[in-house]
Nanobody, 123 residues
Framework: QVQLVESGGGLVQAVGSLRLSCAAS????????MSWFRQAPGKEREFVAA????????NYADTVKGRFTISRDNFKNTVHLQLNSLKPEDTAVYYC????????????????WGQGTQVTVSS
């Protein structure tokens, strides 16, 4: 069993920055794709970013490309999401998720989910 715990969310002004972290316990996730998703009130959960287990491959949603950076430390079993140049439309609950195999933008393919961390961007 794998447990994912996100942290680092909060309230920030537009154009500010935040760094989200996801700590994994249980099975080692060194062979898992790790991703971040987000869900705004009244909207479906959407893909934000993914990183392969080797860190060789990353993938970003067009809405965050150039502003967000995903990274991971397999030794520490952690995944991070650096959020820069934040906009009010980035306000959402951000979730960490993991899966084996290839990267995916589809929520249904992920086996492990964290409880989420709230990011609120004020204008």
């Amino acid at each position: 069993q794998v447990q994912l715990v996100e942290s680092g969310g909060g309230l920030v002004q537009a154009v500010g920055s935040l760094r989200l972290s996801c700590a994994a316990s249980g099975r080692i996730l060194s062979r898992h794709v790790m991703s971040w998703f987000r869900q705004a009130p009244g909207k479906e959960r959407e893909f934000v970013a993914a990183i392969s287990w080797s860190t060789e491959f990353t993938n970003y949603a067009d809405t965050v490309k150039g502003r967000f950076t995903i990274s991971r430390d397999n030794f520490k079993n952690t995944v991070h999401l650096q959020l820069n140049s934040l906009k009010p439309e980035d306000t959402a609950v951000y979730y960490c998720a993991g899966k084996e195999g290839l990267t995916s933008t589809w929520t249904g393919e992920y086996d492990y989910w964290g409880q989420g961390t709230q990011v609120t961007v004020s204008s």
